[in-house]
Structure formats: structure tokens, C-alpha cells
């Protein structure tokens, strides 16, 4: 799929990517314990006894977020392992009060998967490709250290402490950062579709470590490195092509990687040296004495899979089938609230074809100059449909449709009653119509004779100085017709 090489002075080099993203739980309380997981509250306001470690407070596994790793598991065509066990992952961290992280290494929830992503979704034709998913398994998030609240200390804040993780393991199948790039939209697309995750990298609910390795092509794997807590799409690509490049100049000057853990600079688009990466015999492992083991039934499943929605690749086939092109499927279906209030509009009676030209266009132009985002328009589906009905009815004219919707995004009112209010109701009167032409001619005699002597082009001044002499009112077909006859 990807051709990416890095020219190195003896030759090209092959990087090979796998990502562990980490992707927050959609739900209201923490993994163990009742306390809530806003984002953005004050420091320390969110934090229970168990997520503070407090002697004697034993945890109790969240059905939610539980509910919603099988869900994810599900969407990605899964393993979803009935049995599966948490473990304690012990180290010593100020942000970790427990003194080690309950997590799943050797039985998680949900086994292997795949997703598909192409580097060009918009054309049906796109090669695609299969990225591996070994495994999913839910996990309690640390706490958070804050550095800029004093000249020489630092302080703990445990609202995150606890929150419920997927974290979703890729197969090293990637081979450049746009297959990286994609394949992290594509995650996200699906989490927000299923609701699992809201996917606000910013927000610190997804990011991703990185781990990268070069090697000539046919080469075994190489060495790799991780660069930890990447916190965006554009982030993982720079990351990922600076941490190849340095791979491939040490390599070349004769030194070998080590490997371990390592930050990315956001200012500079560099990775630096965090620390040497730690084996999984490092931290100790040993199933959680406080948690039975997690057995899912059938009826838990088929909840499960009852609940789950259309998701992007299907969403994009129905909307193909209706015959919408690839390029509006693929900007409709891309994510989640946009793919909803089109669905909204189609089931107001828009039709497909113009419905999905229209929000493309006009809609998206509309509210990115509104500095908005689709679920909170101005302009609902209802009134959306009701716009687009009157100009496939012959009430409005493109142009008249377009002044409509910019009243409306204005005053919220329906485009009917704008329409009557101010008299914007496009014409055929083929008499009023025809007066006009006759006055535009007589104004302009010598453009008709240019016309009539073979200088086409000017039909079009001809059509604009009539719609502009009928304030934009006359039906174009009708203009157009009748214009050919009276320039002969």
C-alpha cells in the first residue's frame, strides 16, 4: 500500500510501526470505584478511597465500562474472550498511590482483530490495507503531576487516577506515518461511532505510544524504540518520521539502537531519551488477589452486539448504494455527528444525491466560517429538508436557495416562511420574463449584434442581466429558453 523509504547514504530503509493507543471509556464513573471522571474539574475533586489507595478499600469492576470494551472488541471484528483476568503491574510512580496499575497482560478481554483503513477514503478505487489488532484489555489510568503550580514543587492530582482504559495494541503492520495517520483516524471514527470513546486527543481521552523500528526490506525486524503519550493524528506522523530518521543515522554511522522509551517534542518535531524500556518481568505481574476473574455469558454478548450501530464502512456502502459519490460518502461518513445529521435529513424526505451535495457545500462552507461544528447548526435536518423540497419543487432558485439559508442561519426561522415573508419565490411567468429580455436588448443592441455575428460567450451576460433585472427571481430554465428564441 505504502511505498515509503528513507534514502539512507547506503540504501533505502524500511520503518516498520505498531501503535498502543490509549483510548478513555466512555462512562461515568471510574473502573473500581463511583467517583465521576468530568474532564476538567478542580484538582483532587474527583477522587474516591479506593482511587486513593486508602488501607481496606477493595475495588468493584464498572459493568459500563466493561460493557464498552466488549462493544469496541465487537467493532473491529474481535475475539471476545468470555474469561479474562486482571493482573497488577507493580511500580512506584508519585501519581500512582496504589504502588502498581491493575491491568490485563496475560488474559484480556478482547483478542485479536483488524481494521481496514485506506490513504484515500474518497475514491472507491484507493488501495486498502488490513492492520492487525492483537489485543484490547482494560486498564486504570494514573494520576497526573503538575509542575507550573510552584517554583520548586511539584503536585499530585488524582482525578485521573482510576479512569477506565482500552488500551487497543496494533500488529507491527504499519510501514509509513500516513498508514500510522490513517489508521489512528480510522480508530477514532470507530470509537465515536460505537460511543467507547470520545477521541479527544486534546483532552489527553486517546493517545498513542509509538513504536518504531527500521530495517532493509526482506530484513528481520529491528530494534525498536517507544515514544510515549503522543496526543495527536499530525503528532504520531512527526514522531514517526523523525524517530526512522535518527534510527537510520545511527545505524549508518555504524552504532545500534537501544532499545527504550522516548518522548516527543511537539515544538521542534523531535523524539528525546526518556528512560531504558522496561520488560513486562520488570514490573512483576501477578493476578489482582481483590478481583474474581471477569466470566461474560451469552446474553451479555448479544446485549452487547445488540447495541452496537452502523459503523463507518457500512454507513459508507448504504451511502454509495443511494448513489452519492465517494468523495461526499467519504466526507459524510467520516465522523460520527456529521454521518447522524445527514441520516436526519434523509429521513426529513431530502433526497440523497442533492441532500448530500448540499451539506458538503453549502452546510460545511456555512459553518466553517461560523467558526461551528455540525451538532451545533443553526440549521436542523428538518429545516434543511424543508430548504431543499422547495428548490426541488421549482420555489427557489439555486441562487434564491442560497439567500434563504443565510437568512436562516441568521434568524433560525423555516425556510417557508422566509420565503413568503419576503417574497423570494422564484418565477416562470414566461410573460414577465420575456419583457425583461426585450428590455435588456433594446439596452444592449450592440451585444446582440456582437452575439448574432457568432460571439456566444455573451449568453451569459445576456442570462445575468436579466436575473439581475428580475432581482434573481426568474427561473433560470425558463430564462435560458427563452433568451435562444429572442437571440435567435
Request: proline share 5%.
Given at each position: 500500500m505504502s511505498d515509503y523509504r528513507?534514502?539512507?547514504?547506503?540504501?533505502?530503509?524500511?520503518?516498520?510501526?505498531?501503535?498502543?493507543?490509549?483510548a478513555q471509556v466512555t462512562s461515568q464513573a471510574k473502573l473500581f470505584s463511583g467517583a465521576a471522571t468530568a474532564f476538567g474539574a478542580e484538582p483532587n475533586s474527583q477522587v474516591s478511597l479506593v482511587d486513593a489507595a486508602m488501607p481496606g478499600m477493595l475495588p468493584v469492576p464498572n459493568r459500563e465500562c466493561i460493557r464498552q470494551a466488549v462493544r469496541t472488541g465487537m467493532a473491529i471484528e474481535a475475539q471476545i474472550n468470555k474469561w479474562s483476568r486482571f493482573d497488577?503491574?507493580?511500580?512506584?510512580?508519585?501519581?500512582?498511590?496504589?504502588?502498581?496499575?491493575?491491568?490485563?497482560?496475560?488474559?484480556?478481554?478482547?483478542?485479536?482483530?483488524?481494521?481496514?483503513?485506506?490513504?484515500?477514503?474518497?475514491?472507491?478505487?484507493?488501495?486498502?490495507?488490513?492492520?492487525?489488532?492483537?489485543?484490547?484489555?482494560?486498564?486504570?489510568?494514573?494520576?497526573?503531576?503538575?509542575?507550573?503550580?510552584?517554583?520548586?514543587?511539584?503536585?499530585?492530582?488524582?482525578?485521573?487516577?482510576?479512569?477506565?482504559?482500552?488500551?487497543?495494541?496494533?500488529?507491527?503492520?504499519?510501514?509509513?506515518?500516513?498508514?500510522?495517520?490513517?489508521?489512528?483516524?480510522?480508530?477514532?471514527?470507530?470509537?465515536?461511532?460505537?460511543?467507547?470513546?470520545?477521541?479527544?486527543?486534546?483532552?489527553?481521552?486517546?493517545?498513542?505510544?509509538?513504536?518504531?523500528?527500521?530495517?532493509?526490506?526482506?530484513?528481520?525486524?529491528?530494534?525498536?524504540?517507544?515514544?510515549?503519550?503522543v496526543n495527536s493524528v499530525r503528532f504520531v506522523m512527526q514522531a514517526i518520521e523523525h524517530e526512522a530518521s535518527r534510527q537510520v543515522d545511527v545505524l549508518e554511522a555504524g552504532g545500534r539502537?537501544?532499545?527504550?522509551?522516548?518522548?516527543?517534542?511537539?515544538?521542534?518535531?523531535?523524539?528525546?531519551?526518556?528512560?531504558?524500556?522496561?520488560?513486562a518481568h520488570d514490573y512483576r505481574y501477578?493476578?489482582?488477589?481483590?478481583?474474581?476473574?471477569?466470566?461474560?455469558?451469552?446474553?451479555?454478548?448479544?446485549?452487547?452486539?445488540?447495541?452496537?450501530?452502523?459503523?463507518?464502512?457500512?454507513?459508507?456502502?448504504?451511502?454509495?448504494?443511494?448513489?452519492i459519490t465517494p468523495y461526499n460518502a467519504g466526507v459524510l461518513t467520516a465522523e460520527v455527528e456529521a454521518a447522524r445529521w445527514f441520516d436526519a435529513l434523509l429521513e426529513a424526505g431530502a433526497k440523497p444525491v442533492a441532500a448530500s451535495n448540499w451539506v458538503t457545500s453549502e452546510l460545511f462552507g456555512a459553518l466553517n466560517r461560523l467558526g461551528r461544528d455540525i451538532a451545533s447548526s443553526p440549521v436542523s435536518p428538518a429545516q434543511a429538508a424543508e430548504l431543499l423540497a422547495l428548490v426541488a419543487d421549482g420555489t427557489l432558485s439555486g441562487s434564491l436557495a442560497k439567500q434563504v439559508f443565510e437568512i436562516m442561519l441568521e434568524t433560525?426561522?423555516?425556510?417557508?416562511?422566509?420565503?413568503?415573508?419576503?417574497?423570494?419565490?422564484?418565477?416562470?411567468?414566461?410573460?414577465?420574463?420575456?419583457?425583461?429580455?426585450?428590455?435588456?436588448?433594446?439596452?444592449?443592441?450592440?451585444?446582440?449584434?456582437?452575439?448574432?455575428?457568432?460571439?456566444?460567450?455573451?449568453?451569459?451576460?445576456?442570462?445575468?442581466?436579466?436575473?439581475?433585472?428580475?432581482?434573481?427571481?426568474a427561473n433560470p430554465g425558463v430564462v435560458n429558453d427563452l433568451l435562444k428564441k429572442a437571440l435567435g
Open positions: 528513507i534514502k539512507g547514504a547506503t540504501g533505502d530503509w524500511e520503518v516498520v510501526i505498531g501503535l498502543e493507543v490509549h497488577r503491574k507493580n511500580y512506584f510512580y508519585a501519581d500512582l498511590p496504589q504502588g502498581y496499575q491493575i491491568s490485563q497482560l496475560y488474559h484480556p478481554i478482547v483478542g485479536e482483530g483488524a481494521i481496514e483503513i485506506s490513504l484515500d477514503d474518497k475514491n472507491p478505487d484507493a488501495e486498502t490495507k488490513r492492520i492487525g489488532i492483537e489485543r484490547i484489555h482494560v486498564e486504570q489510568d494514573a494520576g497526573k503531576l503538575m509542575h507550573d503550580q510552584h517554583p520548586t514543587r511539584s503536585y499530585v492530582d488524582l482525578n485521573r487516577s482510576g479512569v477506565a482504559l482500552m488500551e487497543i495494541v496494533s500488529r507491527p503492520d504499519m510501514r509509513s506515518p500516513a498508514e500510522a495517520g490513517a489508521y489512528l483516524r480510522k480508530l477514532r471514527s470507530i470509537l465515536r461511532y460505537v460511543g467507547s470513546c470520545d477521541g479527544n486527543m486534546e483532552e489527553g481521552s486517546m493517545r498513542a505510544d509509538v513504536n518504531v523500528s527500521v530495517r532493509r526490506p526482506g530484513e528481520p525486524f529491528g530494534t525498536r524504540t517507544e515514544t510515549k503519550n539502537i537501544v532499545q527504550e522509551t522516548r518522548l516527543f517534542d511537539p515544538d521542534s518535531g523531535t523524539t528525546r531519551s526518556m528512560r531504558s524500556k522496561e520488560d501477578f493476578p489482582d488477589p481483590d478481583l474474581l476473574p471477569l466470566e461474560l455469558d451469552e446474553a451479555f454478548l448479544d446485549e452487547c452486539r445488540a447495541s452496537l450501530p452502523e459503523l463507518p464502512d457500512a454507513k459508507r456502502a448504504r451511502y454509495l448504494a443511494l448513489g433560525g426561522q423555516n425556510a417557508a416562511q422566509i420565503v413568503d415573508e419576503r417574497g423570494l419565490k422564484q418565477t416562470s411567468d414566461t410573460g414577465a420574463i420575456e419583457a425583461e429580455i426585450a428590455r435588456v436588448m433594446e439596452a444592449n443592441a450592440d451585444k446582440v449584434a456582437d452575439y448574432r455575428g457568432g460571439k456566444d460567450k455573451l449568453f451569459g451576460f445576456f442570462v445575468g442581466q436579466v436575473m439581475k433585472a428580475m432581482g434573481g427571481k
